[in-house]
């Protein structure tokens, strides 16, 4: 389990996932809600990430069609699975391992809160995070133009993980990965922020809690 160092995990949440792993072998990653907090205000919980489909290539490729957060990289896996994922220095590696989970088997994502996570460190802002971690201007200002061709990489030629797929399907699943972020953001998030842009230069009321919640 991979947690932040300034994040909580509610009481019981461990036992839940173990018993839910140990008596269901064919699931990967097991996970409650992730509740995200600003100081002591709470925004919102991030849920609606089981992936149950026979198709492997669709649990990838529907996980990075609906992440806008990645808390799901905090659930509790098989350490079997997990530790054939390499971990990669790129903006959004928590995307791709989480994605290649889904891929090597489900995802279950329960209603109940299991993780606590707050906004705010590096992460805040996607250019100091990008050059906190080496990676370009470019992956900067457009984190997720660079997600998506690292989505496609990772699954073309780069995780032995999609090695068991033919030519064509792993182009396919590629291509849906890489389509599937680049849908996720540019087609239910920005015209939302584009809209809150709007109606803040108009001088319109934009609570936090009123914005894209997953």
Known sequence: MWLGDDDEIEPGTLIRSVK???DNTDYVLASGAIQYWKGNNRMFAENGFTFEQKSRSIRSVLFYSR???G????GLMRRSVAAEIPCRNVF???YHFVSTLAFMGKIKNFSWIG???WFGGTSRDSRAYA???GESNFTGNYPHLKMAYDAFMEVYSRSPSYRVLKAFPKMLTATGCSLGILYCYYITIFPFK???IIKRSLGIQYP????LRV
């Not at 936090?208 to 914005?211: D, G, L, M, Y």
């Open 20 to 22: 839910f792993l140990e």
């Open 67 to 69: 992440v806008i957060y």
């Open 71 to 74: 808390g799901m990289f905090h």
């Open 92 to 94: 959004g590696n928590d």
């Open 115 to 117: 993780y606590n996570k």
């Open 131 to 133: 050059e906190a971690i």
């Open 194 to 196: 584009i809209g809150g």
């Open 208 to 211: 936090f809690h009123a914005r």
